[in-house]
């Protein structure tokens, strides 16, 4: 920072004490009748709102900052707080203090490559958020319908099961749900890295991760790959690890959603990863239950439902019309001004099941609020498939119209290729004994199924998963070994990248894989087939 | 003190009647001193709430205390009290009481904190301010609080108005830690 000279510093003292005047302060206060397990109860405060942030100037922790708290319960007789911080601290009698604040977070566009928690405060040690910030409330209700468009521009996830099969468009709302150890957070990872293609377009698409309950090893570990893929320039993440209070692990998808809101309104596109929401119901089932609201099923409160409803709502693509955007609902004073429409905010929700049971409580509640779901199956990650997307139970309700032209023409005989083969796979031991055309669907699912394999951090641009496509819809490789798909793969790709840069840059622009570089690709591949097949031999 | 809800529906049944019988001051008299009494006796108050004593042996004590010395109403009072084994409340109901009462007669508490001792010219005329801004009759608790170093802070309700030069001085130290500029 650069340096400060003595007098402006002088000159800032000056300012600061002339404001020291005689003018009294005005607060409302309460006083802490009981406290324990991050819960107080306060009597007094009789004008609070619900949700608005306190603070208890008395209860310091050991670094001297006060215990600020979040009122959750209005009750005739007593006022219901969770507590952020030094919940130790607090004793009874303790005086609560009103900040007349809904609990808000400051965001600007220099929370990009930070990472915050869910209050805002930036915990990567590099200083405060620079640039410009406005105040934004954590919980602020989803546009409605007359601010809002159809999903129809495609967002990429760079992997070729989903992009072409599940796809998802900008403004959805897709599950990411599987047991623990099946790549969910790959497939959130993989989808902000390939994000790292749109920035120099017209529409760069942001990226935030939420960690909800995670291991702080495990933040620092997505961070440091975000950073080496040099993702982290347009992502933020809010982490609330597994340490932080049950209120923090609450609020962490609010504040989320409240950083992708910024860019979504001022018309840019973002995307949102909540991973994972199950920990959060975990952490508001605490609070409820320690709130003593009556529990429901699996101990959940009623609201839960609602909980995450309200959430996910609040992913939308926003009309492309200035005028009629800046008439939206709910926008906060502070973003008035620099509110534009043709923005949208994704939501990759994550969802662990246990043993595979997506018909507990939490995960069908999700399923039935997101538009769609990308399905990781145990026993597919664990026979080598991976990503392990389950392609059958696999869906994207609304993602369709965004896919691109050429890309939807090749999806469409590929998903019955794939569930052919996975009805005939038990089939596959009597070999030879089947006849022919049984053969051939199954030599075909097979090939399809080992192209659609793909490794970790490695996503594809999207021209470069069409011309792939394109060549297993003609069945070139059903001549080539399994075991050859891959060394096929990167060969073929290589040799068309060099050869016809043209065409490919314009297949990524415009999308239409014209009938022209269609031949060239088939022709290209049939030579790199030949190649494989000699050195075989040879 | 937080009053319960029974409490608070014991103090508006004997606001009531009292009204009725054009005998609150009375029975205000009676409430206050039995305040009095418990406020003074820890024993007593430890004797009401403990859940080992019979209730009849409470209400025994309680005539054998007050019997001759409140109005026929409150004697009553106390009586329905025991007999409805809530004796233990008996100081809630007292707090809900006065509270009623208060509000009943246009009677507003506030509390007034200063870090020296005012005058009588001082009170008067803070009483009169004070009188004017929440338009009830104001009843003044004062006390000194040396830490507070200066100014006055007056408390009404659950709202706070802070002049003392303590809190000033905590506002500036926030108000310095928030602008605080990174030498070098």
Do not use: W
């Not at chain 1, 915050?116 to 934004?136: C, F, Q, S, V």
């Not at chain 2, 004797?47 to 004593?53: E, G, M, Q, R, Y």
Request: net charge negative.
């Amino acid at each position: 920072m650069s340096q400060v000279r003595p007098d402006e510093v002088s000159a800032i003292l000056r300012k600061q004490l002339s404001g020291f005047d005689n003018e009294a302060d005005v607060y409302d206060v309460g006083t802490v009748l009981e406290v324990g397990d991050g819960i107080a109860r306060v009597y007094g405060l009789s004008n609070v709102e619900a949700g608005e942030l306190v603070v208890l100037p008395d209860s310091k922790d050991d670094e001297g900052t006060p215990a600020t708290g979040m009122v959750l319960n209005l009750e005739e007789d007593n006022v219901g707080i969770v507590l952020f911080n030094a919940a130790n601290a607090v004793e009874e009698g303790d005086v609560v203090k009103r900040t007349k604040d809904i609990a808000s977070i400051n965001i600007g566009d220099g929370v990009l490559g930070r990472v915050i928690d869910p209050l805002g405060n930036p915990i990567d040690g590099k200083g405060p958020i620079t640039g410009e910030t406005i105040k934004l409330p954590l919980e602020r209700k989803a546009p409605g319908v007359i601010y809002r468009e159809p999903v129809t521009e495609p967002l990429q996830t760079g992997i070729k099961a989903i992009d072409a099969l599940i796809p998802i468009g900008r403004g959805q709302r897709e599950l990411i749900i599987g047991d623990r150890q099946t790549g969910k957070t790959s497939v959130a990872v993989d989808t902000i890295l390939n994000q790292k293609a749109t920035q120099n377009s017209e529409k760069p698409v942001f990226c935030i991760y939420v960690a909800i309950g995670q291991k702080a090893s495990t933040v620092a570990n997505i961070y440091k790959v975000l950073e080496e893929n040099g993702a982290m320039e347009y992502s933020v993440i809010v982490s609330s690890p597994a340490s932080d209070a049950a209120p923090m692990q609450y609020i962490a998808p609010f504040a989320g959603a409240t950083v992708g809101e910024y860019f979504r309104d001022t018309g840019r596109h973002a995307l949102v990863i909540y991973d994972d929401l199950s920990k959060q119901a975990v952490a508001y089932r605490e609070l409820s239950l320690l709130l003593k609201r009556p529990p429901g099923r699996e101990a959940y409160p009623g609201d839960v439902f609602y909980l995450h409803s309200r959430l996910l709502e609040r992913s939308a693509k926003i009309i492309n019309d200035d005028k009629v955007a800046r008439q939206m609902n709910n926008i906060p004073e502070t973003l008035k001004p620099k509110v534009k429409g043709g923005g949208s905010l994704t939501a990759l929700p994550v969802i662990e099941t246990q043993a595979g049971d997506v018909s507990a409580y939490i995960p069908t509640n999700v399923i039935s609020i997101t538009d769609g779901q990308i399905f990781l199956d145990t026993d597919l990650f664990n026979s080598g498939t991976r990503p392990a997307i389950d392609v059958g139970i696999s869906v994207s309700r609304v993602g369709g119209s965004a896919q691109v032209k050429s890309m939807k023409k090749l999806s469409g005989t590929l998903k019955l290729d794939l569930a052919q083969y996975r009805e005939l796979e038990a089939f596959a031991k009597f070999g030879s004994d089947l006849d022919p055309s049984t053969q051939a669907q199954l030599r075909r699912g097979e090939r399809t199924a080992e192209l659609l394999k793909q490794d970790v951090y490695q996503p594809l641009p999207v021209e470069r998963e069409i011309v792939l496509l394109k060549v297993n819809s003609v069945g070139l490789l059903d001549k080539l070994p399994v075991a050859k798909i891959s060394e096929f793969q990167s060969q073929f790709l290589e040799t068309v990248l060099t050869k016809y840069s043209k065409e490919i840059e314009e297949l990524a622009s415009t999308g239409v894989l014209t009938d022209d570089f269609g031949d060239k690709v088939i022709s290209t591949a049939q030579s790199v087939i030949d190649q494989i097949l000699a050195a075989q031999e040879a | 003190m937080l009053v319960s809800k029974a409490a608070r529906r014991y103090a508006t049944a004997l606001l009531e009647t009292a009204k009725e019988q054009k005998v609150v001051e009375e029975t205000l008299k009676d409430i206050l001193f039995i305040k009095n009494t418990i406020d003074d006796s820890k024993e007593l108050l430890v004797f009401l709430k403990s859940p080992v004593i019979k209730p009849s042996d409470k209400e025994a004590a309680l005539k054998s205390i007050f019997g001759n010395k409140i109005s026929k109403l409150s004697n009553g009072f106390v009586e329905l009290i025991s007999s409805k084994e809530r004796a233990s409340i008996l100081v809630e109901i007292v707090t809900a009481f006065i509270e009623q009462y208060n509000e009943y007669a246009g009677i507003i508490k506030i509390e007034v904190r200063t870090a020296h001792a005012l005058d009588k010219a001082q009170i008067n005329e803070l009483k009169k301010v004070l009188e004017k801004t929440t338009s009830k009759k104001v009843v003044m608790d004062l006390k000194e609080q040396p830490e507070l170093k200066g100014g006055l802070l007056v408390k009404i309700h659950d709202t706070v108005i802070d002049g003392t030069v303590k809190h000033k001085l905590e506002q500036l130290e926030q108000m310095f830690l928030a602008n605080s500029v990174e030498l070098n």
